[in-house]
């Protein structure tokens, strides 16, 4: 890890004093320290592509919102700006080796276009360009129900948006091209998810104290782990091949509909987000959304939150006939059947203009027959067909300098 350090501050450094040559730099950061407790023994609770949390492996976790990170703006000229976000937090792999989550160019040729192209942070839901930056959020952690239903975060690509001014409505159109990959962990299984030449469109309107935003995605997806891999080619050997087909999930089709919104005054927070989401392949017709409602008390802030995310998608477990076969299908179905309702308070104080102290606390229900939208390593003695409901509670102090 320290040489990964190493070499992340040798390129953000190299960058900056190239930057400082070449006109004008701003330099910040952010951070979290947290600790998550759940209350399963049976399960882990985790978030984005971890491969472990709170729960079975232990009690209580400091390593699931933790984490530490850099951002620089560099203005080359009045048209060309260069990006950089470095961050370190945990990964699949259970390391915080630090690595570049923004790295961009972008122009500027007038006020109402921008031009970008590089890394950026995967830009279609209200709060992905600043997920990782706990402060600019109610909660200690986005919700999973939606967030992670796209665990594309880090993306290579472009895009360009125009602002267009409409009386006191601001429209902003966005479009744009990407590619990413992600370590996933399924059931203790890494493997490589993929995203391929997602195109998107966003469009957001920004009227006073309300922020709207819809968009579309249509692309390709590649996330399959090895256990489903020899499946697929045990369903072909069987005289299958077609069911083999739906159960593969390599180069498949993607789709994705979302919209949300976010309305604050001095005393009031409504914001909530949907998104649906559908692919050429067994892991069909998902669905996940939240509502949050908050109100202000001078620098405290009370919010609950309602999340929801369940798959409706046709069970093609039922056609596989052989016996054992069936049973490995059936166990496919409940790994990637995410289902379940999370119900949310929390307790935000403002420490000071750069800091703030969180503390939440989630009631999470399963669907029975899913291994919920944020449980993994479950034990011999989960009952997924009959699970009990879970308390998750959270402390976080989060920051920005």
Same mark, same amino acid.
Do not use: K
């Given at each position: 890890m320290a040489s990964s350090l190493r070499r992340f501050l040798y390129v953000f450094l190299l960058s900056a004093s190239f930057s400082l040559h070449a006109g004008k730099l701003s330099v910040n950061g952010f951070g979290t320290v947290g600790l998550a407790c759940f209350s399963n023994e049976d399960a882990d609770f985790r978030h984005n592509s971890l491969s472990e949390g709170a729960g079975a492996t232990r009690t209580c976790d400091m390593g699931l919102d933790s984490k530490i990170g850099l951002q620089s703006q560099m203005y080359v000229n009045e048209y060309v700006e260069l990006h950089l976000q470095g961050v370190s937090y945990k990964h699949s792999d259970n390391s915080f080796d630090p690595g570049l989550t923004v790295a961009s160019i972008i122009w500027r040729p007038n006020e109402e276009w921008r031009f970008r192209v590089g890394r950026f942070q995967n830009p279609n839901f209200i709060h992905s360009d600043s997920r990782l930056i706990g402060y600019t959020q109610p909660w200690v952690r986005p919700p999973r129900e939606v967030y992670g239903s796209l665990p594309a975060y880090d993306v290579d690509g472009g895009d360009l948006y125009f602002l267009?001014?409409?009386?006191? !409505?601001?429209? %902003?159109? @966005?479009?744009?091209?990407?590619?990413?990959?992600?370590?996933?962990?399924?059931?203790?299984?890494?493997?490589?998810?993929?995203?391929?030449?997602?195109?998107? !469109?966003?469009? %957001?309107? @920004?009227?006073g104290d309300l922020t709207w935003k819809v968009g579309v995605i249509y692309g390709e997806t590649s996330a399959q782990p090895d256990s489903i891999t020899s499946f697929v080619n045990t369903l072909t050997f069987f005289g299958q091949p077609s069911l083999a087909k739906e159960f593969s999930h390599i180069d498949k089709t993607s789709y994705y509909i979302y919209g949300g919104f976010w309305y604050e005054s001095l005393d009031w927070l409504f914001t909530g987000e949907y998104v649906y989401s559908d692919f050429e392949s067994y892991f069909n017709e998902n669905h996940g959304a939240y509502l949050t409602v908050g109100r202000r008390f001078n620098d405290w802030l009370l919010h609950g939150t309602w999340a929801w995310r369940t798959r409706e998608g046709l069970d093609i477990s039922r056609q596989v006939v052989n016996s054992q076969l069936s049973a490995i299908a059936a166990g496919i179905k409940t790994v990637t059947d995410l289902g379940s309702h999370d119900i949310g308070i929390?307790?935000?104080?403002?420490v000071s203009e750069n800091m703030l102290l969180k503390m939440q606390l989630n009631y999470i229900i399963p669907e029975a027959g899913s291994s919920g939208a944020s449980y993994a390593n479950t034990t011999k003695d989960y009952d997924i067909y009959n699970p009990d409901n879970d308390i998750l509670f959270s402390l976080s102090l989060d920051f920005i300098f």
């Open positions: 267009y001014q409409l009386d006191e !409505l601001t429209l %902003t159109f @966005n479009t744009g091209l990407y590619s990413a990959s992600e370590t996933l962990n399924v059931s203790g299984e890494p493997f490589d998810a993929e995203a391929s030449d997602n195109i998107y !469109l966003n469009v %957001t309107g @920004n009227a929390g307790i935000n104080y403002t």
